[in-house]
C-alpha cells in the first residue's frame, strides 16, 4: 500500500485568513501554517479576487487520485 500524500486542510487556508485579519505579516502567517510565504500570498490574493469562491477546489487536469482504502462491503465507485 503507498504511503498517504499530505494533503493540506482547508483549516490551513481559512487559518492564513483570519492570522492576515488580524495584522499578521506574510512571514509570521508562513510560520504559523507552515507554509512558504509565496503560498501564503497566492491564498489570500486569490482570497481576495474571488471573496469566499477563492477558497473552493477548482478542477484540475489528470487522473483522480486513487484511495488506498478498501471500499466496504455492498459499495460501488463512483
Known amino acids: 500500500m503507498p504511503a498517504p500524500r499530505f494533503v493540506r486542510p482547508r483549516r490551513a487556508f481559512t487559518q492564513m485568513l483570519l492570522f492576515s485579519a ?10 504559523l501554517t507552515l507554509c512558504d510565504d509565496d503560498t501564503v500570498l497566492y491564498w ?14 477548482k478542477p484540475h487536469s489528470g487522473r483522480p487520485p486513487k484511495s488506498c482504502y478498501p471500499l466496504p462491503s455492498g459499495a460501488t465507485p463512483r
Not at 22 to 31: K, M, N, S, Y
Not at 44 to 57: D, F, I, P, Q, W
Open 22 to 31: 488580524r495584522g499578521q505579516t506574510v512571514p509570521e502567517i508562513a510560520d
Open 44 to 57: 489570500l490574493k486569490r482570497y481576495e479576487a474571488e471573496v469566499s469562491a477563492g477558497l473552493a477546489t
